[in-house]
């Protein structure tokens, strides 16, 4: 009895303590849809309402017809994502795979190399990289966001992709090789499929990591029609005398749609990517 009485309140105190933390993790996520729906004066009012008693829908309205290029900020963030994702994966599929499989001078040099790139914080690569835009003529353009995404995201995936190759027993691919494919065929068709797992998690690395960045936006592009969504936002919703609050949480739930949905659909190859996965038969 003393047992299933003890066994009893150790599963409540797991279950509450499991639900204290989704509650307290899950409720600014609450609070931003909750404001989005709420008019200025309502974000202030005392107390204050967990749920608006007259939900509107006027900030969303103003997303699409306001004086904020919201949608232009949008679509700036999804090509640049976009690009950023193909460039990151297609680099650090080729480089992961030369460090994995290829014997030169230098190789392990150059692997300490790419990890000691994340050891920098990104504020100090803003100022060099400005003067070199600037000089380059890549200020305002998809071209020059998508580098400096790219830059950032690639030593990240270029790691995760060599760990995966070397997971794949060298026999393999040899054995196809043997058959007739050139090493590049043997790549494509026996390699790729079995790494799968960390190209789609690279590739979401890539993406939330592009998606999310806002000091690369904010300083790479001064002209409002280049801004990608947080820098627009910071733009578009705060100023000196007024925030717009329930505007910018509408704005930011749209933001996180996105990312919520890609998260959905792939973090089971997202889960196997960043635990290592394993060679399939």
């Known amino acids: 009895m003393f047992r299933r009485r003890l066994s009893l309140g150790w599963a409540t105190f797991v279950w509450g303590s499991v639900a204290f933390i989704m509650a307290w993790t899950l409720f600014p996520i609450f609070w931003m849809v909750s404001t989005s729906f709420k008019t200025n004066l309502d974000v202030f009012k005392m107390p204050p309402e967990l749920w608006p008693s007259q939900p509107t829908l006027e900030n969303y309205i103003g997303l699409a017809s306001g004086i904020n290029p919201i949608p232009r900020f949008f679509f700036n963030s999804f090509i640049t994502a976009l690009l950023t994702v193909v460039l990151t994966t297609v680099l650090a599929v080729f480089a992961g795979y030369a460090l994995s499989r290829l014997k030169f001078k230098f190789r392990d040099q150059i692997l300490v190399s790419v990890l000691l790139t994340q050891m920098f914080p990104l504020v100090v690569m803003l100022a060099p990289l400005y003067l070199l835009y600037v000089k380059a003529h890549l200020l305002n353009t998809y071209l020059g966001m998508v580098i400096a995404f790219t830059s950032f995201a690639l030593p990240f995936g270029i790691?995760?992709?060599?760990?995966?190759i070397d997971s794949v027993p060298v026999e393999v691919e040899q054995a196809a090789m043997?058959?007739?494919?050139?090493r590049m065929q043997a790549l494509r068709t026996v390699v790729l499929p079995l790494i799968t797992p960390g190209i789609v998690a690279t590739g979401i690395f890539a993406f939330l990591d592009a998606w999310?960045?806002?000091?690369?936006?904010?300083?790479?592009?001064?002209e409002i029609a280049m801004k990608t969504l947080p820098a627009g936002m910071v733009m578009a919703f705060s100023g000196q005398f007024k925030s717009d609050w329930s505007g910018m949480m509408a704005a930011s739930f749209i933001t996180t749609l996105p990312v919520l949905i890609i998260f959905i659909f792939l973090q089971r190859y997202l889960v196997e990517g960043l635990t290592g996965g394993a060679v399939k038969g």
């Open 159 to 164: 790691w995760m992709i060599k760990g995966f």
């Open 178 to 182: 043997v058959d007739g494919c050139s």
């Open 212 to 222: 999310n960045n806002l000091l690369f936006p904010l300083t790479l592009t001064n």
